[in-house]
């Protein structure tokens, strides 16, 4: 008799420690440290992207989620010196956008075990930061947005056929967009289309060198480019100006007046990026976690179209989101 009062008092005791570590647990859950580097402005809504999805998983800024974010940075010395502090932090994880901001992550954090998720970035094998799109190895995975330039590139000829001189601006010091030159270049030859390279380190040296030649240039063609995606709209606005057709990477691009897009929108794969984030965070390793593709579509400004004098064709206008603005 005394033994079973004895487990029973056992049991009562037991169970009241782990109802009152649930109870804390609930009034004191974990709070996550998720640490954010930048390298362009254009990419801030793939982090609205990202931390609207992760509520989906339970994750608040209010509650459980405490976000280091101090904006973007362009100078890539100060970006490796953000890294570097952002380390010092000891964050649970890391949320890198742009290619310069993955890089400058996955050099601060080489001797620690803190993981990164990326997005978005473009051809991460080729830049060096994943091993292959499957076995991404080390701690790193995100999403990419995968090669786009030569199907859009053919797209642009489809729709002004007429057309022999293209002007690409991009940032040499970027590995992304110089890739995307390369495959450029093989493509334009097929095309019969003469390719100008001007090379942009600055605001002041786009409107130099592109938007002050306007009788030089018969389109615009930007490819996966930070900074040249930041000047989306001042390009926009000097196409339309001088009726030329310009295309950009991304579809947020299209919404500020760019002719079209074959790509990504840059806040849904920041959502994207949120379930990987929810797999590291709940223990699976990176390098477990296949590097994943966003989603391409078709996205068509049918105003810049109308006001610079394109004609949109039906097979074109039935397979592609279409907007007025």
Do not use: W
């Not at 489809?158 to 010091?173: C, G, H, Q, R």
């Not at 240039?217 to 001088?242: C, G, H, Q, R, Y």
């Not at 989603?295 to 007025?324: H, Q, V, W």
């Amino acid at each position: 008799m005394k033994k079973q009062t004895a487990l029973i008092l056992f049991l009562i005791v037991a169970c009241s420690f782990i109802i009152y570590g649930l109870i804390s647990l609930k009034k004191n859950p974990h709070v996550y440290k998720l640490a954010v580097i930048n390298y362009s402005p254009a990419a801030d809504s793939a982090l609205e992207g990202l931390l609207q999805e992760l509520t989906k998983y339970g994750y608040d800024k209010d509650k459980n989620l405490e976000v280091i974010y101090r904006g973007y940075i362009r100078d890539k010395a100060k970006l490796l010196e953000e890294a570097k502090r952002l380390v010092a932090l000891k964050p649970d994880i890391f949320y890198a956008m742009s290619t310069p901001a993955v890089i400058a992550a996955k050099a601060a954090t080489k001797d620690t075990n803190i993981p990164i998720v990326f997005g978005p970035v473009s051809t991460p094998v080729k830049a060096g930061i994943v091993d292959s799109m499957k076995f991404p190895g080390g701690n790193i995975t995100g999403v990419t947005f995968g090669p786009q330039e030569p199907r859009r590139l053919e797209l642009l000829k489809k729709l002004t056929p007429d057309i022999k001189t293209i002007a690409i601006p991009y940032n040499p010091n970027d590995t992304s967009p110089r890739i995307g030159v390369d495959e450029l270049k093989q493509i334009a030859i097929g095309l019969d289309l003469n390719l100008h390279m001007f090379e942009i380190t600055s605001e002041q040296e786009l409107e130099e060198q592109v938007l002050s030649i306007p009788d030089e240039i018969e389109a615009i063609f930007v490819p996966t480019d930070s900074m040249m995606v930041a000047l989306n709209k001042k390009i926009a606005d000097f196409a339309i100006e001088n009726k030329i057709p310009y295309t950009c990477p991304q579809q947020e691009g299209v919404y500020e007046g760019a002719l079209f897009s074959y790509g990504f929108s840059i806040r849904d794969l920041g959502a994207q990026a949120a379930r990987i984030v929810h797999m590291v965070l709940g223990g699976t390793k990176p390098s477990e976690i296949p590097v994943e593709i966003s989603d391409f579509k078709i996205t068509i400004n049918m105003s810049t179209a109308e006001k610079i004098g394109i004609e949109i064709p039906d097979y074109l206008l039935s397979n592609s989101l279409i907007i007025r603005q």
